[in-house]
């Protein structure tokens, strides 16, 4: 997949840890939760409007990126979204969540406190787990 | 589609509609914002936990709810979202959005003060235009 441009709203937001057959894959920089952000290669804004072949093969890498979340970060839920009213650039919200996180039963937007940064190896060790569990292709962290 | 069981909750808190091939179709109470909110007719909680065809059968009848959103109501706009941290039963959000609505740019949840009703003119006009549109098979409402 060759790069596309990545909003910098999400950029500062966020580590880019590298890219799925359809998308860019984020993290968001707060680690209260595991909050993963997809850029699909598209220029239409909602995820409803693509069309059924493309949407099927972005939400297939929604599901690999769920996918690691339940078995390798061991949540049992994942919340997943495509808002875009504060940045428009279609992005998709993945986010493991359980009973215990700092803003639970709500969602994520605008209710989760700063956190403390993730530590480089925990990045290079999510990094490495997705590489191998759902086939990402990595970028330099 | 055989009857399915909503969740109490929901029904609660909207109008059953009818239904589309895999999902029962509500839309919420709250008349600030197109709210409408998908059931599919699954034991399983998170949307990106289905099957690959199970969940492009559920995904094609969400984007014909946002179509409907953007074609008929004339919303640009859509938002899309699988939380459940409350209610857990699979449900998904398809809400219709703009710049001047009473939360924008917020996510709707939790952002919303309560609104007068829908009428029945409304409802049953919503429903009409759905039956003829996507297909929606219509419960009394």
Redesign the interface.
Known sequence: MEQINIPDSLLADCHHLGHLPTSQVLLNRNAHVPWFILVPDTML?????LS?EH??RV??D??AV??YIKRVLGFE??????????VPEMHLH?IG?HAQDPC????V???LSDSEPYQPEQLGEMQAGMVKMIGLSPVTL
């Open positions: 804004q909602d995820v409803l409007d059924e949407r099927e939400m297939s929604c599901a769920s996918s839920k994942v919340n997943f979204a495509g808002l875009g009213n504060v993945i969540r639970w039963p709500q969602p937007w605008g209710n």
